[in-house]
């Protein structure tokens, strides 16, 4: 890997980043460029970019997260014959893209990809009601990066998720963009293989130092907000129970639907297995006095937490999408942090760590079962 | 807290090589045990799938008992190490979900431990005696 | 929705199982039960579901009523499936949707309660119409066999089962750890009941097993590895240091026992004592004729019987079957060698048992070997000679029994490597240690393994008689697939509903047998039937239950959670 | 049953028989399998639990029995008796006679409306309860039988003992599939087979050989079988341990009775009796908690796999074992009397009982010495069928392409008898292999 | 028989008479049943035939030494010296035991000893050697078994345990007056309700409150149990032959100064059969430099009994003609040792007795395993 710097010309950061993508498609380093893209109305929406000239609309910076853009990878990757692609993703999406390749739904191997360090963002609506009321501080954000301190514009929130990221930082990409800790109107420092440096001409220099101390402080921060909302969400689960929690579930889906991991074709919750018969629902009603419907919505998240929590790479959409406001989000992530603690496993982290639920030690947990 | 008149009731899923096996052994031996226990039959504790184990606890079981073969004995290699990873995940949801993990219980008895099958059960009548019955089973709105 | 078609028209069939099942349940209340669950078009209940009567009951009603699902609520299924599979299929109801709740098992025989083991048989009868209910007929599927059997080990067992593969026409591979064949036995110079030298005929054993065109012997060998399923099992064996491989439809199990070490009885100073020997050491001493102890020739020689057998505090709880004939055997030998000698056998039951046995010990005690009815307590030295200390249970009292030469009758142990093969081939033991057996009398030979088979004292202990007898009887059940040609393979396959599937591997990650694959055009799983097992790791791993296993779908396995939760 | 292979032909169906003849019949060669009463089953079916593991006998056999009736390669000639077998190994010829069940076998369906109808309903011995129950004189032996077709019993038909049955035949008429046809007569049956199986099984010794022990004397002195039909749930008692409507109170089981015993019985050892009497004794702890049950031995025969155990367990259960011989039964009073020596107390004893069973002897069937003349076969001393070799060549016989299963070669528990069936049936597959390749 | 049974599991004991298959093997190997009328195994029939004669008739139940041979050996696991306890304990009850026995237990009841020696005195032995008391805190705790205490034949070897223990550095305590016997034989004599009322009870508590991390003992039978029956918390148990092979291995006990004999070993019972503690005893003599260790032809698991235990301490035996503990010192003599080493208070006391009546004295003798380990200390002592 060689770390360089990409020049910034003018103060236009993105710019910078757009002539940075427009070059990998004009020297022919890949075919298309995934990336997010402004749209004419203001809108920012992932497309595959062929046109090195539309790249003018790409703006890897836009602080808004509608989806995690790992779903849209996967179908422009997974299988043969594919082109090389070349896709701009924030770390939370990088990880989720990681565990996707475990499962087969996305691969890496003609994908270049580039991950930007990302200071937060906001959710659609948000970012759609500051565009129309005073516009966007991505140029602030941006600024903020080298001292770690970006908060969202005043009367707004970063979206929950973002706010208890504590891996907000580029890492395990291709090409990462890093942004934490460097003066921006100076240059984006970057680091990418040799041999695409040399492909695009780029020669080493190094960026400014202390990216790492901002991360770490960002980090810090960002795992106090989890933390607390943590131990908040744990107590209501003890207290309420998961069915309390989420007893204004309406098993729209959503959740799933947008949960970069969920990758099934079908949900088994709308399969046949839970589509029971009238009489069964009366049986069910006569049996407990009274039977909540839609039916099944505590089992469905119970199953989803067991299908996919240990691979929860945090990204916080599934809360955005919920129509109920339900704390999704909070409750995966907290059940996953202990999930994958004991398993010592760090979704996103490594194609090479393999899921933990199909393999297996012999010599780990001896003392269970054997209980007398 | 517990009630004498309770009565526990408890699905057991049992792999049809080692576990169900010494069930029938306890059967043949004539070792008696609480009638508690209501076992479905099946292949291996690796096919075990949470989803059973969790319904069952929303439904209002009890207690949920998955038996299979010893580790190293698995009739299928490996399924009881695979079942182990599976059911410690789901107890740990289960048990983060709110929900009482110590209603599930794994173990491993073989085709040989009649007396453990019998043993195994009468412990989990008796704790789950003390626990008192699963407050899901009145719980409409799950 | 079930089509108008398959729709369930079950029969439900409550075994009395005489009083076994009877005395306990109330079985009229239970098919009473059954009559109103439903899907149920008849219950009924009979004396024996399994005799022929019970059997016609259950096909005529198929018939007569059109039934397309049956459930037998009898003794377990591991006993029975078969039995009532094969009776629906004559009924016309595809054989796999039966189920059988097993309320002899796992109710009746377990409970005393009357009442309260009436409602768990009535639950469990819920739990198999609610599963029968969403049951699907499947196939009788076949394999075909590779002619030939892998026999483990070299003894008279394995000698014995070898040859009577190879005679009638196949070939048998004989893998013996040693650097010879025979076994123990070969230690042996003569054996009971007859006196009969062992080589007269052990060694003419040996030579037609060596000259037989269709065996190989394989010396100095060992199994490393076996994969594959009856009719093909693909045997690694390590022969100096070099692995090759066998093809075969069966495998013999014939690894036989190893003595009892009886240095675990420190009272009897074995080791400590040259005067203190093992029947195995007699053996050979009298193969030699070198009986001298202490420079002389013993005036008193004493068997000591039961050594290792019969003792619950060192974990062997069981009878070694010979040790009270080797005894008897050695005693006659020593008298013959020795007329002047007095030979005194202490014993708690002489269990002289088999053909002529009893006659054999007639003759001991006509050859003049004292029989004395005390278990021995101890060895000591006085002065020259060793005394054993010993109540004689007739007299009601406790002597010094002065002796020379003490023949301590050890007795079998599974031998140490038993947990290897165990693990090998995924065989159960028993209690004692040694493999077990499917069924004691349905099937003393068969294990929990299809197609794999113990003959011999790896099993239990046993006679030479009754050894070589269960090694033809493990030859016949080894020689039926190879005749046939073919073996049944499970039907209760995993099957894969490409529409659901989203090619994610994780069943191919999870499969021991490698049976899924991704189809690299679709990429979705695809599943080789013949390589499946119907272990379901597949199906649980799939989180969109595109993969099921059949027999055990979600969908009935639920609907029996949802029965046997109420 | 396919005719292109060369066939076995089994004499005898119960268990050794049937294991025997499924083994050879499941690898694809006919089975001719020939049972000379009316059902096949064999003593196994008599029986009510099985040692060590205490399944019931029912419970294994009847599908075992079920099988040998539905398999494709199997055909049963039950009710039937060999005559002869002429030839060599590979080209046998055997002479089968079928004898008359006067019932039709194609149309009877086991209704048992004739047995309801017959004159002598519940007054003929009942043979296979061991004299315990009556039935009539057209019967099936027990309500499990296979095939289950009814039999008119010769000695007992007042038809065909007397020539005239009133004025109308009672069974005939009550049969709706007009099966019964006192017309039949004895048909010879030649068959074409390679090898034949000898499993004709054993006798027990007549208890009245040893008059000491009073049996026939006392109603309640009874054989080890006769207690089997007594505690099984098919048994006359339905299971329930009554004599003339009485649970004992004392029990006394006594074993070796003619074992063991060149002078007045067999010399041998008759090998299962420990072990049955020690199941005996557990199923009357079963029934009856408070019976006080001793068992007379001289030595305890526990050598199989698991019957140490089961001996230690039945010790557990409160049975009592004495080691002593009785040397003789007597009455006083309400009681019986057994008198012992009691040789670990040195002492000579008396034991009241209100139940003594005795543990008889295995011995060659009656009919042994008859079978083995017109089968050319050996014998040993001890009259049952000599195998070639006692240990190489334990299932065969002194006559080639013969092959010997289970009792008719020495007593053996159900293990060793399913696996020297088994053994039997490896024998002879090999024999039918060279038939078939030649 | 069931009465028998039930009364045995009610006191605590796994007798298992209906296991019994009568072989013989507890009788054949009972160190008494050749010269006394006690037969274990006749007892035990008679039992399960319900045939036991008055028990206040057979004196021979108090033979009994409960070296336990017979449970160790018994392939059915009936345990039967638990039936002789058992029985002992139904004499107990209706209060007909031997004179000797009684006084015995009355002496631990009002004294804490069986001799019957006044408590004060308890500590006496200790005068001068500057044991610490146990109550200022130590690491170890030694306790005397009331002979090592209070026996002067007994005496010496206790002293020379204090000399060995502090030479090795070892932070040593000792309860002093307020140690109360232990009650093994309490126990075993049948007084099943003053051994588990009393000297468990108030024992265990006592043991405990001093918070050593081990207890050290003098006699195998205080070692028998407090290992195996007060379910003493957090303590470590070891008779002392065990804490000083464990010192010589260490490195902290050295011994320097030659001790030119030859000498033997007995087994005691509760520490050997019972306890599996054959090795470190032999150690610890193999380890003082110049002794030329000899062994007799039944040690280990085949010791013979001395006779000492199980109540004999206090009641001398139906046959006072054949003690064992006669043909004990004969069997040392005849391997040419100087010295029968012990390791026991009471198989001192029965093998030295033995040795003066038999005339042995000269030739032979019994010296406890600490008063030879003492004299190949050197200065350090």
Same mark, same amino acid.
């Given at each position: ?372 | ?142 | ?566 | ?438 | ?25 507890? *009788? !054949?190997?009972? &160190?008494?049943? %050749?010269?006394? +009328? /006690?037969?274990?195994? $006749?007892?035990?029939?008679?039992? =399960? ?44 009850? *209706? !209060?007909?035991? &031997?004179?000797? %026995?009684?006084? +015995? /237990?009355?002496?631990? $009841?009002?004294?804490?000893?069986? =001799? ?55 932070? /040593? ?209």
């Amino acid at each position: 890997m060689m770390r360089t710097v990409i020049p910034v010309e003018n103060n236009d950061v993105l710019g910078a980043a757009r002539g940075f993508l427009k070059q990998l498609l004009e020297k022919e380093i890949v075919e298309a460029v995934l990336a997010p893209m402004e749209t004419p109305s203001g809108s920012v929406t992932p497309a595959l970019v062929a046109d090195p000239a539309l790249l003018d609309a790409a703006n890897p910076f836009a602080p808004v997260m509608g989806l995690n853009a790992a779903r849209v990878v996967g179908p422009v990757s997974a299988r043969e014959p594919r082109g090389r692609i070349a896709a701009v993703l924030r770390p939370c999406e990088m990880r989720a893209l990681v565990e996707l390749v475990k499962l087969q739904q996305a691969a890496l191997e003609d994908l270049v990809t580039i991950v930007v360090d990302c200071p937060g963002t906001y959710r659609v609506t948000d970012y759609d009601a500051m565009r129309a009321n005073g516009g966007v501080n991505q140029d602030d954000l941006l600024a903020a990066m080298q001292s770690g301190e970006a908060a969202p514009r005043e009367g707004y929130v970063f979206r929950d998720g973002c706010q208890m990221c504590e891996k907000p930082h580029a890492e395990g990409a291709d090409i990462t963009f890093e942004l934490f800790g460097a003066n921006l109107s100076a240059g984006i420092p970057l680091s990418l293989p040799d041999e695409l440096a040399e492909k695009l001409g780029l020669a080493p220099a190094d960026g400014p130092g202390g990216r790492a101390e901002v991360v770490e402080k960002v980090a810090a921060a960002r795992r106090q907000a989890r933390d607390t909302r943590f131990s908040e969400i744990r107590q209501r689960l003890a207290n309420e129970g998961i069915a309390g929690v989420f007893a204004s579930c309406i098993r729209c889906h959503n959740c799933m639907t947008t949960c970069p991991i969920c990758y099934c074709k079908t949900c088994l919750f709308k399969s046949p297995i839970f589509d029971h018969d009238p009489a069964q629902y009366l049986n069910w009603a006569q049996r407990k006095g009274a039977y909540r419907l839609p039916a099944d919505t505590t089992i469905f998240h119970l199953t989803r937490l067991n299908h996919m929590v240990l691979s929860c790479i945090g990204c916080g959409v599934c809360s955005d999408a919920c129509p109920a406001d339900l704390p999704v989000a909070r409750v995966f992530r907290a059940v996953g942090q202990d999930l994958q603690a004991l398993f010592e496993y760090e979704p996103g982290r490594s194609v090479d760590d393999p899921l933990p639920l199909i393999t297996f030690r012999e010599d780990e947990w001896t003392g269970v079962g054997e209980e007398r | 807290m517990s009630d004498e008149s309770f009565e526990p009731k408890i699905v057991a899923f049992l792999c049809n090589w080692c576990t169900y096996t010494g069930a029938d052994l306890a059967g043949t031996s004539r070792i008696q045990y609480p009638p508690n226990v209501r076992i479905i039959r099946l292949m291996c504790s690796g096919s075990v799938d949470p989803t059973y184990v969790l319904k069952a606890l929303l439904d209002g079981a009890d207690g949920v008992l998955i038996g299979g073969c010893h580790p190293g004995d698995c009739h299928y290699q490996s399924g009881n190490y695979k079942a182990r990873r599976r059911i410690i995940a789901l107890k740990e949801i289960v048990k983060q979900a709110g929900l009482d993990e110590e209603r599930v219980w794994l173990r491993w008895v073989s085709a040989s431990e009649g007396q453990r099958f019998a043993d195994v059960v009468t412990q989990m009548v008796g704790a789950l005696k003390e626990k008192g019955p699963n407050p899901l089973r009145q719980e409409w709105a799950v | 929705m079930m089509s108008e078609k398959s729709k369930p028209r079950i029969g439900v069939y409550v075994c009395h199982c005489g009083t076994n099942i009877a005395a306990t349940v109330d079985v009229e209340a239970v098919a009473e039960y059954a009559q109103n669950l439903p899907g149920v078009v008849q219950a009924r209940h009979y004396t024996y579901m399994c005799s022929d009567p019970g059997q016609t009951l259950i096909k005529e009603d198929c018939r007569a009523l059109g039934l397309n699902r049956v459930v037998v609520a009898s003794c377990s299924p591991r006993m029975h499936e078969p039995t009532f599979r094969a009776a629906a299929q004559e009924g016309g109801v595809n054989s796999y949707r039966t189920e059988m709740a097993n309320i002899r098992e796992q109710c009746s025989w377990v409970h005393h309660d009357k009442e309260a083991a009436t409602r768990k048989a009535k639950v469990l009868v819920a739990s198999a119409v609610a599963k029968v209910t969403h049951l699907e007929p499947l196939e009788e599927r076949e394999a075909g066999v590779h002619p030939g059997t892998l026999v483990i080990g070299g003894g008279v067992a394995g000698l014995s089962a070898a040859l009577d593969v190879a005679e009638a026409g196949f070939p048998a591979y004989i893998v013996e750890k040693s650097d010879r064949l025979g076994g123990h036995v070969a230690e042996l110079g003569h054996t009971f009941p007859d006196l009969e030298p062992t080589a007269d005929w052990l060694a003419p054993l040996i030579r037609r097993v060596e000259e037989h065109p269709a065996i190989t012997v394989m010396l100095d060998a060992q199994v490393e590895e076996v994969a594959g399923f009856v009719g093909n099992f693909e045997v690694t064996v390590l022969q100096g240091g070099q692995a090759q491989q066998i093809d075969v439809g069966t495998i013999v199990i014939a690894t036989g026992y190893q003595l009892f070490d009886p240095s675990r009885k420190p009272e009897f100073g074995y080791g400590r004592y040259p005067g203190v020997l093992t029947t195995w050491e007699l053996e050979q001493r009298l193969a030699t004729g070198d009986l001298v102890v202490a420079g002389r020739a013993p005036q008193d020689v004493a068997f000591i019987k039961c050594v290792g057998s019969r003792d619950i505090q060192l974990g062997n709880p069981y009878c070694s079957r010979v040790c009270c004939m080797v005894a008897a055997k050695q005693a006659q030998m020593v008298r013959q060698a020795l007329p002047e000698t007095r030979v005194t056998v202490f014993y708690i039951d002489v269990r002289a048992f088999g053909k002529r046995g009893e006659e054999f010990y007639d003759e001991a005690r006509e050859a003049g070997v004292r029989y004395r009815r005390g278990n021995v307590s101890e060895v000591y030295r006085r002065g020259e000679r060793l005394v054993l200390r010993v109540e004689d249970t007739f007299l009601r009292r406790t002597v010094e029994h002065e002796t020379d030469m003490v023949v301590l009758a050890v007795g079998m142990e599974p031998r140490d490597d038993t947990g290897v093969i165990s693990a090998l081939l995924k065989l159960p033991r028993s209690a004692d240690g040694f493999f077990l057996e499917a069924h004691p009398k349905l099937g003393p030979v068969d294990t929990t393994t299809n197609g794999v088979f113990l003959a011999g004292c790896c099993q239990a202990p046993k006679d030479i008689p009754d050894t070589v007898a269960q090694a033809k009887a493990a030859a016949s059940s080894a020689l039926i697939p190879l005749i046939r040609g073919t073996v049944p393979v499970i039907s209760e396959t995993a099957i894969v509903d490409a529409e659901l599937c989203a090619g994610c591997g994780m069943c191919v990650d999870v499969c021991p047998y490698g049976a899924p694959a991704l189809d690299p055009l679709w990429g979705v799983s695809r599943i080789n039937a013949v390589l499946c097992k119907g272990c379901g790791a597949c199906a649980v791993t799939c989180p969109s239950k595109a993969i099921c296993l059949q027999q055990f779908t979600p969908e009935q396995i639920m609907a029996q959670v949802d029965v046997l939760t109420v | 049953m396919s005719s292109d292979k060369p066939a076995a032909l089994i004499i005898g169906a119960g268990i050794a028989g049937i294991q025997a003849a499924l083994d050879i019949a499941d690898a694809g060669y006919p089975v001719y399998l020939v049972e000379r009463e009316p059902s096949v089953g064999g003593r196994m079916a008599q029986l009510d639990k099985t040692f060590p593991t205490l399944d019931c006998s029912s419970c294994i056999l009847t599908p075992k029995m079920v099988d040998v009736g539905q398999h494709p390669n199997i055909r049963l000639m039950t009710y039937a008796e060999v005559v002869s077998v002429s030839g060599e190994k590979g080209a046998f010829r055997a002479l089968v006679r079928k004898k008359p069940r006067y019932v039709d076998e194609e149309k009877c369906t086991g209704c048992g409306a004739c047995a309801e109808a017959c004159r002598m309903h519940g007054r003929i011995i009942d043979t296979f309860n061991q004299g315990l129950g009556m039935r009539a004189s057209i019967y099936v032996p027990f309500p499990q039988a296979v095939p289950l077709i009814y039999t008119v019993d010769p000695e007992a038909c007042l038809y065909l003992t007397r020539g005239k049955c009133g004025n109308t035949f009672k069974c005939k008429d009550a049969c709706p599939a007009d099966a019964i046809d006192f017309e039949q007569k004895e048909k010879l049956v030649e068959l074409d087979v390679a090898t034949v199986i000898v499993a004709t099984g054993f006798d027990l010794v007549d208890p009245a050989t040893k008059p000491e022990f009073g049996y026939g004397v006392y109603p309640n002195v009874l054989t080890g079988l006769e207690f089997e039909r007594l505690s099984s749930a098919s048994g006359p008692t339905a299971g329930k341990i009554v004599l003339d409507g009485k649970e004992p109170e004392d029990v006394v089981f006594i074993h070796c009775v003619g074992s063991r015993d060149p002078h007045g019985g067999i010399p041998y050892c008759s090998r299962i009796c420990c072990m049955y009497t020690a199941k005996h004794a557990h199923l009357v702890r079963d029934r009856l908690p408070d019976a006080r049950i001793t068992v007379f031995y001289i030595d305890m025969r526990a050598f199989g796999k698991g019957y140490e155990e089961f001996y230690d367990r039945v010790k557990h259960e409160g049975v009592l074992y004495r080691r002593g011989e009785p040397s003789e039964v007597y009455r006083r009073g309400e009681k019986l009397v057994v008198r012992a020596e009691d040789t670990l107390l040195r002492r000579t004893v008396e034991v009241e009982a209100d139940m003594v069973v005795l543990a008889t002897a295995v011995v060659p069937r009656a009919d042994e010495a008859q079978l083995a003349e017109s089968l050319s076969l050996e014998r040993s001393p001890e009259g049952f069928f000599r195998e070639a070799h006692p240990k190489i060549r334990p299932v065969e016989s002194s006559r080639a392409g013969f092959f010997l299963a289970g009792c008719c070669q020495g007593p053996k528990d159900i293990p060793d008898t399913v696996a020297q069936a088994k053994a039997a049936a490896a024998s002879a597959m090999v024999v039918l292999a060279a038939a078939n390749r030649a | 028989m069931q009465d028998i049974q039930q009364f045995a599991n009610e006191i605590g004991l796994d007798l298992d008479l209906l296991a019994c298959i009568q072989c013989g093997k507890c *009788s !054949g190997g009972c &160190p008494v049943s %050749i010269t006394t +009328a /006690l037969n274990i195994r $006749f007892l035990v029939y008679e039992s =399960l035939l319900d045939a036991l004669p008055e028990l206040v008739h057979m004196e021979e139940l108090w033979d009994c030494t409960c070296c336990f041979t017979c449970v160790e050996r018994c392939p059915k696991d009936v345990r039967p010296a638990e039936l002789i306890i058992t029985l002992r304990n139904q004499l107990v009850e *209706s !209060g007909k035991i &031997p004179g000797t %026995i009684g006084e +015995a /237990l009355m002496g631990i $009841f009002r004294q804490g000893n069986p =001799l019957g020696l006044a408590r004060e005195d308890r500590a006496l032995w200790a005068e001068g050697l500057d044991v610490k008391p146990a109550r200022e805190g130590c690491d170890t705790l030694l306790f005397t078994c009331c002979y090592s205490a209070y026996d002067v034949q007994s005496q010496p070897a206790t002293k020379a345990l204090v000399r060995i223990l502090h030479a090795a550095g070892v932070d /040593l305590g000792y309860l002093g007056t307020e140690e109360t016997c232990c009650g093994n034989e309490v126990k075993r004599v049948g007084e099943k309700a003053m051994f588990d009322e009393m000297l468990v009870e108030e024992g265990k508590a006592l043991l405990e409150s001093v918070g050593a991390r081990c207890i050290v003992t003098t006699s195998p039978h205080c070692y028998n149990t407090f290992k195996n029956e007060y379910g003493l918390e957090g303590i470590e148990v070891l008779h002392y032959t065990q804490v000083l092979a464990r010192l010589l291995e260490e490195g902290q006990l050295k011994l320097s100064v030659p001790v030119e004999k030859t000498v033997t070993y007995h087994d005691p019972c509760f520490l050997g059969k019972q306890n599996k503690v054959f090795d470190e005893p032999r150690a610890v003599l193999r380890a003082i430099p110049g002794l030329n260790f000899v062994e007799m032809d039944r040690i280990r698991e085949r010791s013979l009994c001395c006779e000492g235990g199980g109540g004999r301490m206090w009641f001398e035996g139906t046959n006072t003609e054949d003690r064992l503990a006669f043909q004990r010192v004969q069997e040392a003599v005849d391997t040419g040792a100087e010295v029968l080493a012990v390791a026991c208070p009471f198989c001192l006391a029965m093998l030295a007795d033995a040795a003066k009546v038999k005339g042995l004295e000269e030739q032979l003798k019994v010296m406890d395993i600490s008063e030879l380990v003492v004299q190949a200390l050197g200065d350090g002592g």
